[in-house]
């Protein structure tokens, strides 16, 4: 796992968050014919984190058992090393509520530590057929992969404080050359 790739899912809130991840479900699995939700993680206004993506085997969720991220279907040419994360929402002329932005921050927290990612960092990405690797950021934007809108406009400024808060909240690396 190199980077994360941010998304909205373009649905509306709805007082059942759960039927609206069905909805996703159904979209991606049935009509585009993927067998899955392509994200692997959506979070919905409350904070609540979904699996998006199956393919734990007995390992950590949105991993197999050696560790190994799901490969999802959320950022064409870009899902290999990838986590796609999903906030439930349309947010192009809204910010995501503050428990779905925290929830977030402590997933990517998570995410990050457990496999070396810098916050701050720069990889590159992309698949020869669709144009060759570029530069990105570790934590992007579906927008600034491929061209959509993606996820929306509120969200896609708040990149750049994301980065820095999961930075903020990651523990200390030890220096080279430094014991405990």
């Known amino acids: 796992m190199r980077f994360f ?20 479900y159904r979209f991606h699995a049935v009509e585009r014919g993927w067998g899955d939700i ?6 919905d206004a409350d ?34 090393g990838s986590v796609g ?11 995501p509520t503050r428990p779905a932005l925290d929830a977030l921050i402590e997933l990517l927290v998570w995410k990050a530590t457990s496999h070396g990612v810098d916050p701050l960092g720069v ?10 690797e570029r530069p990105h950021f570790t934590i992007v934007g579906h927008g600034d992969l491929r061209p ?20 903020n909240r990651m523990p200390p690396r030890l220096s080279a050359g430094c014991r405990p």
């Open 148 to 167: 959509t809108t993606c996820p929306g406009a509120r969200l896609r400024a708040l990149l750049p404080a994301i980065r820095r808060e999961v930075a």
């Open 47 to 80: 904070g609540v984190v979904y699996e998006g993506r199956f393919g734990a085997d007995g390992g950590v969720i949105g991993e197999n058992s050696q560790g190994h991220g799901v490969v999802g279907g959320h950022t064409f040419g870009h899902n290999r």
């Open 123 to 132: 990889v590159h990405s992309g698949e020869r057929a669709q144009g060759g």
């Open 85 to 95: 994360i999903a906030i439930l929402a349309t947010l192009h002329d809204r910010e």
């Open 38 to 43: 392509g994200y692997n993680f959506v979070i």
């Open 5 to 24: 790739a941010i998304h909205h899912t373009g649905t509306e809130d709805g007082p059942n968050p759960v039927a609206t991840v069905q909805s996703v």
